[in-house]
């Protein structure tokens, strides 16, 4: 699909836990062919600390109902407003940006490692994943249990396993420390998103293992088009932007993979 501008209309902003937050968006346009890992930026209004436009994963895209989601998790003024956004108000929206994940086989074995709000893109990833017939299954990190949200949604799409940082629920450690990431498990692709040092835990035993594995940044942005140069992320080319021409890399273009 090609990028946009345009309002959407709020169907639902969702409390899911106490600091996370699901809205559910509806444009004018018909929704095609979105990628997951693509995400948009929205515009808050109303903010004097908020004139930049705000990233956000795609959630998930319902093409029947012309809809899709984003998951916010409150952590500044942007995310607070977007947090009481109510039914029917409208919200200024670039989408879809980025580049997205690679589409796995028919018949391939996947592992989808979300580590916090690094969930979000993997609602997506993994429903189009199943449908085109791969084995999804499904790493969830987070501190504790509270924290932990969507995961029955989750299991629609395949096994799901957790990990909590203080063993509230699941493995007790961090995702790389779930028997699900040993070499008996033998996937042929990893796909993850969350915070850096978790993404460099898991790309470091993904090279172990001899595992494809891509990443999706999360970088700070300011313009969000390829201008000011405060996303680079160091690759093997050079520094790209996370902007536009990520925010998913193969971990072997990263620098910082080396
Ligand atoms: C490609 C991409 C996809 C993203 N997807 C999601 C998503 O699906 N759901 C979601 O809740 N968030 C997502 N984020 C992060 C989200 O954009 C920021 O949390 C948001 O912009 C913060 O805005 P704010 O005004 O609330 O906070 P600010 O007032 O701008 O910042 C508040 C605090 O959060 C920190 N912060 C801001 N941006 C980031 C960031 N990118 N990474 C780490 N810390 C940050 C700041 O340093 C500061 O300490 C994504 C970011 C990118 C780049
Ligand atoms: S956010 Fe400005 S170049 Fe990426």
New binding site residues.
């Given amino acids: 699909m090609k990028k946009q501008v345009c309002d959407l209309t709020v169907i639902n902003n969702t409390r899911l836990n106490h600091d996370n937050y699901l809205i559910e968006l509806k444009p004018s346009i018909k929704l095609e062919n979105i990628q997951p890992g693509q995400?948009v930026n929205i515009q808050v209004k109303d903010s004097p600390?908020?004139f930049l436009r705000?990233?956000?994963?795609i959630?998930d895209v319902n093409y029947y109902n012309n809809t899709f989601a984003?998951?916010?998790?409150t952590?500044?003024?942007?995310?607070?407003k977007l947090s009481k956004i109510e039914k029917n108000e409208t919200l200024d929206v670039v989408f879809p940006l980025?580049n997205g994940f690679s589409e796995p086989s028919k018949g391939e074995k996947i592992l989808l490692i979300g580590g916090g709000?690094g969930i979000?893109p993997m609602m997506h990833m993994a429903r189009e994943s199943k449908n085109i017939g791969v084995e999804v299954h499904i790493l969830l990190g987070a501190r504790s249990e509270s924290d932990h949200i969507l995961v029955n949604e989750f299991s629609q799409f395949g096994q799901v396993h957790l990990t909590t940082d203080d063993g509230t629920l699941g493995i007790h450690g961090f995702v790389t420390d779930h028997d699900i990431m040993s070499s008996k498990w033998k996937f042929d692709r990893f796909y993850c998103c969350g915070p850096d040092p978790m993404m460099h835990a898991v790309a470091k035993r993904a090279k172990a293992l001899k595992t494809e594995c891509e990443v999706s940044l999360?970088?700070?942005?300011a313009c969000g088009f390829g201008v000011c140069l405060c996303c680079v992320t160091k690759t093997n080319e050079g520094n790209k932007c996370?902007c536009t021409e990520g925010?998913v890399f193969n971990i072997n273009d990263l620098e910082w993979q080396i």
């Avoid at 705000?54 to 994963?57: C, E, I, K, L, T």
């Avoid at 952590?75 to 607070?80: A, E, L, Q």
């Fill in positions: 995400f600390t908020t705000r990233p956000f994963s959630h984003i998951l916010v998790k952590v500044g003024d942007g995310t607070f980025g709000v979000a999360e970088n700070m942005m996370v925010p």
